[in-house]
C-alpha cells in the first residue's frame, strides 16, 4: 500500500480489469466534475486525483512501474510528460465521458473557413408575395475569385502545406484551467485553419481566394410568403477565404400593400361600402379580388360589419395545399349630403315607421335654405 492509492481513489481492486478501472472512472469523473458541483474545492481536489489515478492505471506501463514503485515511479514511465492532462487521449476520455462518444474533437475538426452569412432585403408587389415570384437580386458579395478559382496562389503556383500546424488547419494548446491543464484545439492562426500557405499570392485576391463584387442572383419567392418573411438561400452568403464553403444568404422581405386588400394570416380583407338602401332593400355588388372583379349578393336587411366569406380567394398556404378565404367586410354607409326631396323622402319613412327624427332646423338642409332665403 503506497501513500497515495490509486486503486483506492477509483474505487476498484488492485486486480481489476482496464474495463472495470475505466468505468469506475467515468462514474466518478461525472459525478466529481467541477462543473456539476458549484466550484467545491473539496470535489475538485477529488476530481484531480481521480483523473490523475486513471491516467496512471490506464496506461499498462505506468500501472506496471505504479505496482513496483509506486506513483513516483509510475511518473517517469509511458509518454514521459508528468503531467496527466498533458496526454490528448485523456482528453478524449474525459469529454468522452460527459459528451458521449466523440463528443469532442472529432466534431470540431477546422477545415478551410466557411463564409460569413449575408443579408438582403427583397421588395414584392402585394401579389408577388401571394402567388410566389422569381425576382432577381443584386447583392455585393465576397465570391470566389475568377483568377485563381479560389486557392488565393497566383495563377500557375499552388499552396503548399502549412509548417505551423503539417498541414491539418489546427493546433493543439495546453492551458491552465480549473482541471489542471486542458488541451484545447483551435485553427491555426499562421494558415487561418486552411491548412496551406500560399508563398505567391493571387494579385487579383492578394491571396484572399475571393473578392467583392456586385452579384445578380434569382430569387425564387414561395407564394404565401408576407411581409417580414425571410428567406434562407443555403451557401449563397459570402465565400469562405481561399475556397472555404460559403455561408448563407438571408433574404429579408418586403411587401408593398395593396389598395383595397389587406392580409390576415392566409386570409385576406377588404372593407367594402354599401349604402343604407343597398343594406335595406339588398343588392348585387361588384368587389374586388385578386383574380379581378366578383360580384357578391347583400340580403336584404344587411347589417353594418356583416362579412361575406368568398372561400378560396385568400392567399395559398407556404406548405401544403389550399388557400386562405377574402373576407368582405359590409361598411354601411349613412347618407350625406341630402338634397330637399332625398331629406323629404328620409322624413317620409321615419314617419311611416313611427321613428322620431330630429325636427328640421337650421342644421337640416330645409333649415339652411330658410336661413338663405331670411
Ligand atoms: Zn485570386
Ligand atoms: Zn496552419
Redesign the pocket.
Known sequence: MTATDYYQILGVSPNATDDEIKRSYRRLARELHPDANGGDKETEERFKEVVLAYETLRDPERRRRYDMFGPDGARGAGSGQSDPFAAAGGFGDIFEAFFGQGGFSQGQRSGPVRGADAEATLVLEFEEAVFGAARDLSVKLAMI????E???ARPGTHPSSCPTCGGSGEVRRIRQSILGQMVSVSACSDCGGAGQKISSP?P??R???R?IREHSLRVDVPAGVDDGSTLRLPGRGQAGPRGGPAGDLYVHLRVKPHSVLRRSGYDLVATQSVSMTQAALGATLSVVTLEGEESIAVAPGTQPGTVTRLRGRGVPHLQGRGRGDLLVELAVQTPTGLNEAQELLLRQLAEERGEQVAPAGEGGILGRIRSRLR
Open positions: 475569385c475568377d483568377a485563381c479560389g486557392s488565393g493571387c487579383e485576391c491571396g484572399e481566394g473578392r
